[in-house]
């Protein structure tokens, strides 16, 4: 991941800054608005400027990007932001990712970061009780969440 000063951001071309904002979240009206935003006083103005509420279809767009809990991905922010997922969990994670997709019909997102195995698959049990709409939008702010998180480790101060 690119790692930039707050300044570099603030004065980076947009086409610099347009892949590195979308690995951190595959939406394209995300990512024009934290463009749109700059420049930025400090880095709690970006990060406030990135809490946008996503739409039902950017959710199911972004979630492409996304692998499931539990599973290994061989690289990138994901394979960090769950690391607290052991193989244990990872095998338990498997069947309940199962049951959820069959419930809801997408898969389950949860900013794991610093969350354990366990954490995580009370979570997604809790979650399970929720109607779809509501699930998604859970889903959604799970997602900006996971995209600040990014945003944070890649503009610092």
Not at 89 to 113: I, K, M, Q, T, W
Request: charged share 25%; aromatic share 4%; proline share 7%.
């Amino acid at each position: 991941m690119t790692e930039l000063r707050l300044a570099e951001f603030n004065s980076a071309d947009p086409d610099r800054l347009r892949a590195p904002l979308t690995e951190c979240l595959a939406v394209p009206r995300w990512v024009d608005t934290v463009l749109s935003g700059r420049p930025y006083p400090d880095t709690e103005s970006l990060l406030a400027a990135a809490d946008l509420p996503l739409r039902p279809d950017e959710i199911h767009a972004a979630m492409a990007a996304h692998p499931r809990i539990g599973e290994r991905p061989s690289a990138g922010h994901a394979s960090s932001e769950q690391s607290g997922v052991d193989d244990e969990a990872a095998r338990r994670f498997r069947a309940a990712n199962a049951e959820y997709e069959d419930h809801f019909g997408h898969v389950f997102l949860v900013c794991a970061s610093g969350r354990s195995g366990e954490e995580l698959l009370a979570n997604l049990r809790r979650r399970m009780n929720n109607d779809p709409q509501t699930e998604l939008a859970v889903a959604g702010g799970e997602l900006v969440k996971i995209a600040k998180l990014r945003l944070a480790k890649m503009v610092i101060p």
